[in-house]
């Protein structure tokens, strides 16, 4: 009796003295793993949504489940192809209805570092961008109660009771579930981590272009591609507080440019400014720009060697990069060598991750049954 | 009788087990505020260098680091990991919160402008450093210490950016202040009040004129700015 008296004592005092209790079960948290260069990322993950096995496999069936959508036609996944890294190669894509949307769709990888989502920065959390396309008129165009019920058809009320002990399934928790899947979508074994891990010996023209690539010139001192003032460090996105990591970068002038940001803030110091989105994988992600207006990376770095257009929000980073003096109001140009445009394309096909690509955890859960 | 046999062996247990320590500490507040000489800085106005450039700044993060208390005996206190990014956020203030410093008489404070250490060139996250927080370069560079993105618009009327990404080990700049009056740190939250002076960086010894040089990145020029921030950039009030 004593011994267990002391038992019971001990452990409150274990459980007591944990600074990270927590209550998560649905069988557990799922582990992540990233590289410890990606930064931080326990605070990232909100309090009320952890990433549980259970929650996690029921946001990969959700991904993939076409009764998500008005005529059960479409999932997701139709527009972010795990193939494709979570593109779909249009430049925008139509939904159920065929009317297109205006932007292309977003790789989805490494979003844990990554705050305010689409190209115009609209949701601040996954969880609420992840039930915007199943309502929006011109994506999935489904009802929630229409959803609701077509899910608890397919006998996923068990499914959400397992993941979130709820009694019934709801947008939110649906929200919630697709998060976990799409937070858990992590790219961390391109070449380029093998490299920054050891493991990989990178050709010549990949080392330079990588310099390249995360230098700011400095005319006659210091050749640079400019990249990484806006693709920052080895996640190559952008930087996530607030809406530092958008910016105008020059795809068109005053007089023609998209709102961008502008659209969500009301300022116009914003109009123009996009999502500066991760580069993982970029060679498998064409067509590239919000809008998809070019087809290769080499037409992407031409853009930004020589097709700059001025206008008043234009980044200064992008006014205050070139490889040779330039005077102000010219348009900015980087001067680059055809040798170093390679450079450039070759570091940029280091990103890209077959073993995320090809990840069984990350595919579609329904196509063995439908084979 | 039983029930205060078992209360005499647990009580110790209930105040040992959360690792508590017998000897005395104390919380220290630094309250860093962000001004452009006299005034209160923000992210809206324009501010007039010593050239007599009109600026905006978007952005501005410094770095400080191995911050250490001497106290009355000659004795330091180093607080760990001390790694902090300090930006303008509540009304242009940023404060840091030192927590278990010992108790004791202070004489005086310092620390590194910058990021002090081989943690500046590894890819670890210790502290504030983080590689993606905006402010690493990459695993040879290290991080930038201090950075400002802003912007003027030049005698032609053109937009033209002011860009302060400054690093590397020579522009680490050792901080030293003693108190007027010595701090004694007790059981009570105690706070120091330093100023960040946005205009200092362009004046003293070196006056930038933006119309000459407005990007300081990573080269000979970033070391005129290094120099200006060693002294009088930061001042404890």
New interface residues.
């Given amino acids: 009796m004593?011994k267990i008296?002391?038992l019971i004592?001990?452990t409150g005092?274990i459980i007591?003295?944990n600074p990270k209790e927590t209550n998560i079960d649905p069988n557990s948290e799922r582990e992540l793993n990233p590289p410890?260069?990606?930064?931080?990322y326990s605070n990232r993950i909100p309090d009320d949504n952890p990433i549980t096995r259970k929650g996690f496999e029921l946001g990969r069936m959700l991904f993939y489940e076409k009764k998500l959508s008005g005529d059960n036609s479409m999932s997701c996944a139709s527009c972010h192809q795990q193939k494709k890294a979570f593109t779909d190669g249009l430049a925008t894509s139509p939904g159920i209805d065929g009317v297109n949307g205006k932007v292309s769709s977003m790789s989805l990888v490494n979003l844990m570092?990554a705050e305010h989502f689409t190209w115009n920065g609209k949701f601040e959390q996954i969880e609420s961008q992840s039930i915007e396309p199943i309502r929006n008129p011109i994506e999935m165009h489904e009802s929630f109660d229409h959803a609701i019920q077509e899910l608890e058809e397919e006998g996923y009320t068990t499914l959400f009771q397992e993941a979130f002990n709820a009694e019934e399934i709801t947008e939110d928790l649906i929200g919630k579930a697709l998060a976990q899947f799409q937070r858990s979508l992590i790219s961390s074994n391109s070449k380029y981590d093998q490299y920054?891990r050891g493991e990989y010996e990178p050709s010549p023209s990949e080392k330079r272009g990588e310099r390249l690539f995360?230098t700011?010139p400095?005319p006659g001192?210091?050749r640079g591609g400019n990249c990484?003032d806006c693709h920052?460090?080895?996640?190559t996105s952008g930087?996530?507080?607030g809406f530092?990591g958008f910016h105008n970068n020059g795809l068109d002038t005053d007089e023609n440019i998209d709102e961008g940001l502008m659209a969500v803030t009301g300022d116009p110091k914003d109009k123009g400014r996009f999502k500066t989105p991760s580069l993982r994988n970029i060679a498998l992600t064409a067509p590239y720009m919000h809008d998809g207006r070019f087809e290769t990376l080499e037409e992407v770095i031409e853009h930004y060697d020589n097709g700059i257009h001025q206008s008043?929000t234009?980044d200064?980073?992008i006014?205050?990069g070139s490889n040779e003096n330039q005077d102000?109001?010219e348009r900015p140009r980087l001067f680059l060598t055809e040798q170093e445009k390679e450079d450039i394309i070759a570091f940029l096909h280091m990103l890209t991750d077959e073993d995320f690509i090809s990840n069984p955890d990350f595919s579609n859960p329904f196509e063995n049954e439908n084979n | 009788m039983k029930i205060i046999n078992?209360l005499f062996?647990?009580l110790p247990?209930?105040i040992f087990?959360?690792?508590g320590n017998e000897e005395s500490t104390a919380d220290l507040d630094l309250e860093f505020i962000h001004m452009a000489d006299e005034e209160s800085f923000n992210y809206e106005s324009l501010y007039q260098n010593e050239a007599g450039n009109e600026f905006s700044v978007r952005?501005w993060r410094t770095y400080i680091s191995k911050i250490e208390l001497i106290n009355s005996n000659g004795e330091v206190y180093a607080v760990p990991e001390s790694y902090h990014l300090i930006e303008p956020q509540n009304d242009n203030k940023y404060t840091l919160n030192l927590k278990n410093i010992p108790s004791a008489t202070y004489n005086s404070i310092q620390f590194y402008l910058g990021v002090e250490g081989e943690e500046n060139l590894s890819?670890?996250?210790i502290g504030d450093l983080?590689?993606?927080?905006?402010m690493?370069?990459?695993?040879t560079t290290g991080y930038k210490f201090i950075r400002i993105?802003?912007?003027f618009k030049?005698k032609?009327?053109?937009?033209?950016?002011?860009?302060v990404?400054i690093g590397t080990e020579k522009n680490l700049k050792k901080q030293e202040f003693t108190f007027n009056t010595p701090l004694v740190l007790n059981q009570n939250t105690s706070k120091l009040n330093f100023e960040l002076d946005l205009l200092e960086l362009f004046k003293g010894p070196n006056t930038i004129d933006f119309e000459i040089l407005?990007?300081f990145?990573?080269?000979?020029e970033a070391d005129l700015i290094g120099d200006n921030y060693a002294d009088g950039f930061i001042d404890l009030r």
């Avoid at chain 1, 920052?232 to 996640?235: Q, S, V």
């Fill in positions: 004593t008296f002391y004592v001990i005092l007591g003295c410890e260069y990606f930064g931080s570092w920054l995360f700011h400095i001192q210091l990484g920052l460090g080895p996640l930087a996530i507080d530092q008043s234009l200064i980073l006014i205050e102000a109001g | 078992y062996y647990i247990l209930f087990a959360c690792g952005l890819g670890t996250a983080d590689p993606s927080n905006n690493a370069w990459n695993w993105d802003g912007e030049n032609a009327g053109n937009r033209r950016g002011v860009v990404h407005s990007d990145q990573f080269n000979n």
